[in-house]
């Protein structure tokens, strides 16, 4: 089991929302945010767009598992999302699933849930594999 992806989240919107990956395995990757006004919209409650930066964290992340980290990317390619339920503060768990692994794309599903297990967000992610140019 992987403890955390092999790359650096400072200086990134992941650390800026305190994004945390709890669980890393190539069948679930699990990652916390909390629930407060750096994430919410105007109204107070959890912002979609905040949802989706946790959801294609989850699905990015998962990716560089099943990848050549020395010559391949794995970047959000589509996403989407229905919010279900509204959350004003708390804690949020995002759990990520792979639904397809190729060679060229990877379909994710996660689910958002609160501290009271209740369903939050379902999103699907489609991430693209590239290679990496050397543009020397």
């Avoid at 919410?40 to 989850?58: I, M, W, Y």
């Amino acid at each position: 089991m992987h403890s955390k992806p092999a790359f650096d989240f400072t200086g990134t919107i992941i650390e800026t929302l305190n994004i945390k990956i709890t669980e890393y395995t190539p069948e679930r990757v699990v990652a916390t945010m909390p629930v407060n006004a750096k994430v919410h919209q105007p109204f107070g409650k959890l912002h979609g767009g905040a949802s989706l930066v946790l959801a294609e964290t989850v699905a990015s992340a998962g990716s560089y598992q099943f990848i050549d980290i020395n010559r391949q990317h794995a970047v959000g390619l589509e996403i989407n999302a229905n919010h279900i339920r509204s959350q004003a503060a708390g804690l949020v768990k995002a759990v990520g699933i792979p639904v397809h692994v190729g060679r060229s794309t990877q379909v994710w599903d996660i689910r958002i849930y609160n501290e009271k297990e209740e369903l939050i967000c379902i999103s699907r992610c489609t991430t693209a594999v590239i290679e990496i140019k050397d543009d020397k």
